[in-house]
């Protein structure tokens, strides 16, 4: 047990004195990782766009100019970002 405690305190030190190597940033990231940070970024992306539609429409911009800032139509984009 006392070789593990000294182990994991040995982990510790390791972890709060970490200085990241000039490469660390450039490492592949594993692929099922890879789809993971997209999907969250997509996700965080989408929440952000449904918001600024949102203030744009309490702003009185037209469904039509919320459609060509977001390039696509105006009947589009109130199908998918008008409030049920």
Do not use: C
């Amino acid at each position: 047990m006392t070789d593990l405690i000294a182990h994991a305190d040995e982990l510790a030190d390791a972890f709060e004195n970490y200085e990241p190597a000039e490469g660390d940033f450039d490492a592949p990231v594993p692929p099922l990782m890879a789809i993971k940070l997209a999907a969250f970024r997509r996700a965080a992306a989408e929440k952000e766009l449904a918001e600024a539609v949102r203030a744009a429409r309490e702003a009185h911009l037209s469904w039509r100019e919320v459609g060509e800032a977001i390039g696509t139509s105006g009947e589009a984009a109130r199908q998918r970002y008008a409030a049920p």
